[in-house]
């Protein structure tokens, strides 16, 4: 019974807000060079390049499951130190945060099971990625 009122709370709040206009932003604006600037990331924006004022924070929120956790994202370049992004509160999510040092570009990569790993299953060794590349300006 309880899944069933806070899936019908869910929907109801989803349907209260639909036809109505935003008016607010959306969480990204685009430069004229066409580079995206998102305060968070996610599984959906791999393959996204996305820009950085020094200065600035970017974190990113991948979610997992136990069966196909994400790997530590891992960032090649230069331009971002690594903050502390809290804690992960479910098995296999990858969180980071990053904080613009200096000018630079930077990759931010990660990798996870296409197929779970389920035991006494027939294997699957495909490998999903995601990354994005951050230009710090």
Known sequence: MRRSTTSFAVAAL???GCGTE???D????VSPSGCASVPELHASDSGRTVCLAV?????V???GTKSRPWRPVKADGSGLAAVNSGFVLLPG??????RAESK???RLSSSRPLCATDS??????GIQEWWVTVVVK
């Open 14 to 16: 989803l349907l209260a």
């Open 22 to 24: 935003s008016g607010g």
């Open 26 to 29: 959306s969480g990204a604006t």
């Open 55 to 59: 200065g600035g924070t970017v974190r």
């Open 61 to 63: 929120g991948l979610d």
């Open 93 to 98: 999510d990858a969180n980071a945060a990053f």
């Open 104 to 106: 630079g570009h930077v």
């Open 120 to 125: 006494g299953r027939v294997a699957c060794q």
